[in-house]
């Protein structure tokens, strides 16, 4: 009735996002990411749509453009040239993410390893990753290791029940 199309983009953690930054490439490279008017998002992916409607946002602020030029920088550069064209400078060796796109998305790259954002062996972010993992093994087995060790047991004091209520009938029974 009204002719409106909507993108959804579903959940499922920092995977989802980048998997939903592909679908925005990919549309966006076939000119049909302008037909959208609406967007609706969930977890990974409100990740992706946050982060693009804050960049059409900020591109609609300023004097680039909005909507058209974020198009124009979605679509991903296939060749030396394009990249030179879009004024994105070409990857250096050792950097990773390599910068080999728009700001945004390399800052998307870059930060989207929430988990420990700076690797490196001296790094804080490593060694909290590693303390949390240690911490939240230990409790995992506290809690797993008494329910276990009831399960193991629970077969060896009924049989002891069952020989100590066998021996006192006996006894009634010879005392009798």
Do not use: K
């Not at 008017?37 to 409607?53: A, E, N, Q």
């Not at 950097?95 to 420990?116: A, K, M, V, W």
């Amino acid at each position: 009735r009204f002719n409106l199309i909507g993108l959804a983009f579903s959940g499922g953690g920092i995977r989802s996002a980048t998997f939903n930054l592909g679908i925005l490439q990919g549309l966006a490279d076939l000119g049909i990411l302008r037909f959208f008017d609406y967007l609706s998002t969930v977890s990974g992916g409100g990740y992706i749509g946050s982060w693009l409607s804050a960049w059409i946002w900020h591109e609609r602020t300023s004097a680039a453009g909005g909507f058209a030029t974020v198009t124009a920088q979605l679509r991903p550069a296939l060749s030396a040239r394009e990249r030179q064209a879009e004024n994105a400078p070409a990857a250096t060796v050792g950097e990773y993410p390599p910068q080999c796109g728009p700001d945004p998305i390399f800052h998307l790259r870059r930060y989207s390893n929430y988990l420990t954002p700076r690797v490196g062996f001296f790094s804080q972010d490593t060694w909290t990753g590693i303390a949390t993992y240690v911490r939240n093994l230990l409790l995992i087995q506290l809690m797993l290791v008494p329910v276990l060790a009831i399960i193991l047991l629970f077969p060896r004091v009924l049989a002891r029940v069952i020989t100590i209520s066998d021996d006192f009938w006996l006894g009634a029974a010879v005392a009798a």
